[in-house]
């Protein structure tokens, strides 16, 4: 499978990439409206594969970038790893070179920092995941997940994962598939939420963690496991 | 210390009642609108603690039945554990019974159902917490805590917990307090999770815990623990 990861320049599509490419035989395509951004980071993601696998010689593992629109078309499976005010943007720059085949895949959350820390703030669709849902054509399936993945952990090969990924989605199809990806990345568990309906309540755990990392001096980099 | 559990004939009433009364010394006070339901209650929970214990003759563990009014008066401790949509009355019910020395609790979540499941549906306050604090006198200090509990294993006295509460509100010495009241019960960690502004990210993860029972066949009465 072909997985790209817009925006993969980022925390969380490092971590996705350098997990995926430890983990399992996907092609990993790394998307940045800059393709010299994206190139550069997959040489730096496909170092940090090379060394975990302690061969630095191995010829290159499969990890590519590209911009994010041939990113996309090349992909089975997209990952918007974006900043929340970039989402709409970089979808309608997508959504063309997109279809039923594929599965688009949002994990970002809405938040904004107040007195009290942060909290979920929304766009006005309602959640990150509705405003993905009202720019992509209605055949291409749309699922949430890989929010609250403690970034800095996904993307140090060294530390164990141990922890939840919530997803969601109205195309069962599409939430299977997306469920079999995450649980191919070792120590990743994935627990279906339901619908898109769904979303706010998942995407409101992100400012949650940032909260209880920055109120307890003891937690760190917070993932959250369900049982 | 002693706690009074207003609405305390449900079931995280008694999950925290059968819990405080095993694991502490502290008293415990079950309130609800109709004292004799009350007072029933307390006898079933004392014979729960009793039968833990391994001694059915044992006199009596200090749990006692009071009408809400009562029990609120005679604590200092006040944990409002009724349904969301009893939390404005019941508090109005009490407030002239409390003053600075006390701490009133909530750990309610308003939820709807919907299509996709439970959603996130907060009063008109904002939060549950807020409609506490808006109904209670401004030198009472009001705490968020005891939200996401497992309720089913909370009340199982042979259920080990190793799970997470989140406590939350704008007076420190009234959360330090509930943390460590937390603490007390085996196998509970409390996690400060900032001022009461964030009461509807702490809120919306009960309605999370419901779709995640339900979608995934093999959890059930589910917690969580962030790590």
Do not use: C, K
């Not at 393709?35 to 191995?58: F, I, L, Q, S, W």
């Not at 992509?136 to 140090?156: C, I, K, M, Q, Y």
């Amino acid at each position: 499978m072909r997985i790209a990861l817009l925006g993969g320049t980022g925390d969380v599509g490092e971590g996705l990439a350098v997990r995926w490419r430890r983990d399992t035989d996907h092609e990993v395509l790394v998307g940045s409206r800059d393709p010299e951004r994206a190139r550069a980071a997959a040489e730096t993601y496909a170092d940090t594969v090379r060394a975990d696998a302690g061969d630095e010689t191995a010829v290159s593992p499969e990890i590519a970038g590209y911009a994010n629109e041939m990113a996309a078309d090349r992909a089975d499976v997209i990952v918007l790893a974006v900043p929340p005010y970039h989402v709409a943007d970089t979808v309608d720059a997508v959504t063309d070179r997109l279809d039923e085949e594929n599965v688009l895949v949002t994990p970002a959350a809405g938040m904004q920092r107040g007195e009290d820390g942060f909290s979920y703030h929304p766009p006005g669709a309602g959640s990150v995941a509705a405003l993905v849902r009202e720019h992509t054509p209605e055949s291409v399936p749309v699922v949430g997940a890989f929010h609250n993945l403690a970034a800095g952990r996904l993307a140090d090969l060294d530390a164990a994962m141990g922890i939840d990924t919530l997803v969601f989605g109205d195309d069962e199809a599409a939430v299977s598939r997306i469920v079999r990806l995450a649980e191919e990345i070792d120590g990743l568990r994935a627990l279906r939420a339901g619908g898109l309906g769904v979303a706010p309540e998942v995407e409101s755990l992100t400012p949650l963690l940032i909260n209880l990392a920055h109120e307890n001096d003891d937690l760190t980099d917070l993932g959250v496991r369900f049982h």
